[in-house]
């Protein structure tokens, strides 16, 4: 089946540096891959999309100059929490579709980020 | 404003009994379904899928759709410890973009 790789699965950061989270897929080609965040006990929120080529689609609420999106193949895709504050505190995790529109996606493992 | 709901749960079932998970949806023009399982601290992992009205089985579990009700369950048969974990019911909107409802937390008893 089909396989997205998340690194690293947990980091731990000081207030105010920058952490870089990468999301591969494995064994296909993903040209929009999708960023979730999900805070203890919620649900999982979609933070923006990423675009193989082309700038991310951010959702409502979510700051483009604070989480910075980059689809530099069609296999990778990271996501970089820059200036991070405790409030960033979070499970983030990526996801992708294997094939048409209406495929499952498939997500990465998770990346645990605790700034403080 | 497009929503997912979910019976807020917990739910607790003896083992080997059915567990019914129910979740609905406001976008009408939705068209695909999803069930996920979601372990404390890890990824969701995906269950089943469905797209068309009516029951789509895979071993011990049946998702069903009611397009016009905008309703999709998921029946967990012969339920095992092993079950218990978080069931996300998510929803392909007519944007293409999935949503998650807020998760249903099930226990099963031994």
């Known amino acids: 089946g089909a396989v997205v790789s998340q690194h690293p699965s947990w980091v731990i950061c000081k207030s105010g540096t920058s952490v870089k989270i990468e999301c591969r897929s494995l064994?296909?080609?993903?040209?929009?891959m999708f960023w979730y965040r999900q805070f203890p006990k919620q649900s999982l929120m979609l933070m923006a999309t990423s675009n193989e080529g082309s700038k991310a689609t951010y959702e409502q609420g979510v700051e483009k100059d604070k989480f910075l999106i980059n689809h530099a193949s069609l296999t990778l895709s990271t996501l970089t929490v820059t200036s991070a504050h405790p409030e960033d505190s979070s499970f983030y995790i990526c996801s992708a579709p294997s094939g048409q529109d209406n495929s499952p996606l498939h997500f990465g493992n998770g990346t645990r980020l605790t700034v403080t | 404003q497009k929503e997912v709901e979910q019976n807020s749960g917990p739910l607790s079932v003896p083992e080997g009994a059915i567990a019914s998970l129910n979740c609905t949806y406001s976008?009408?023009?939705?068209?695909?379904f999803f069930w996920y399982r979601q372990y404390s601290g890890k990824s969701p992992e995906l269950i089943m899928f469905?797209?068309?009205?009516g029951d789509k089985e895979d071993g011990r579990f049946t998702a069903q759709l009611n397009k016009a009700s905008q309703y999709v369950s998921l029946l967990i048969r012969d339920s095992q410890p092993s079950d218990s974990a978080t069931y996300l019911c998510?929803?392909?909107?007519?944007?293409?973009?999935?949503?998650f409802g807020a998760g249903t937390t099930v226990t099963v008893r031994a």
């Open positions: 469905i797209y068309s009205n």
């Open positions: 064994d296909f080609q993903a040209t929009t």
């Open positions: 998510a929803v392909r909107f007519s944007d293409y973009k999935l949503s």
């Open positions: 976008d009408r023009g939705s068209q695909s």
